[in-house]
C-alpha cells in the first residue's frame, strides 16, 4: 500500500502500531529502449509486492537522481548531489517527526550513492533511527541468476528489461557488445558518444522467466530485510 491511497486520519492510525516505510529512490535518465523512469519502476515493483506480503507503506518515490553523465540524451533529468541529500534530510526528517523509526531505503539508481552516505551521517546523529539500505542489481541472489544465465548485463541491458519497464514496440536482435569501463569520467557528449543507443552491453531482451527469477529473488530478499533483524541480537 503506497501513500497515495490513505488519508492522513489512517496514516495516524498506522502509526500506532508499526514505525516502518519504505523508500524508493532512483533516477529519470536514458535507458536505451526501456523507460526513462526503469530506475523507479524496478524498486517501486518491489516495494509494492513486498507491500502487499507484509503491509508495510511505500512513500512516494524520489522520480530524479543524480545523472549527469546521460544529460547528452533527451528526458534525462539530473540533481546535483548536493541538491538530492538536501531533499532526502527534509524526507527522512519529516516522516521521523511523524512517528516512523525504521526506514527501508530501495534505490534503483547506481549514481545516487551520496544517498547512502548522508543517510549513514543521519543514523549517527540520531540514535532511534535505523535504515536498511538495499539496491537489487547488487544483490548477491541476484548476481546468482545472471551468473547461471551466463550473459553479460550492464546499464540498459536484460537485466533492466521487465515487461513493466520495456517501452519500445522492437528492440535489436541479439547482444550488444560490453563497452569498456574506463577510469575516465567523461563528459556528457563523450558518454553518449561512446554508448550509441544507452545500452553498455549484453542482450537487448531475454526469457521472461529469467526476469522473473530475479524479482522473486529481489521480492524475497526485502521481506527478509524489512523485518529490520537487529545485528546486536544474537
Known sequence: MRFEDINWMEMESYLKHEDRV??????????????LLTDIKIPLAIADAVSQKCGVLVAPPLNYGCSSSFMSFPGTISLKSATIM??????????????????????????????????SELT?????????WYEWFLSQRVGAIVEKAGLPGEHAS???SFNFTRTARKVPPGSKPVTPHGAELLSTTRQRK?????????PYQVDDRIMDEIFNACVSEVLELIEFPDPLKK
Not at 525504521?102 to 534503483?108: A, E, I, K, S, W
Request: aromatic share 8%; charged share 20%; net charge negative.
Open 22 to 35: 519504505m523508500l524508493v529512490t532512483g533516477a529519470c535518465e536514458q535507458h536505451a529502449y526501456l523507460s
Open 86 to 119: 538536501a531533499v532526502m534530510d527534509d524526507i527522512v526528517l519529516s516522516l521521523y517527526h511523524h512517528g516512523f523509526r525504521r526506514m527501508l531505503v530501495l534505490n534503483g539508481h547506481g549514481g545516487n550513492r551520496a544517498l547512502r552516505s548522508r543517510l
Open 124 to 132: 549517527s546523529e540520531i540514535d532511534d533511527l535505523r535504515v536498511v
Open 158 to 160: 536484460w537485466v533492466e
Open 194 to 202: 561512446l554508448i550509441g543507443d544507452g545500452n553498455y552491453g549484453g
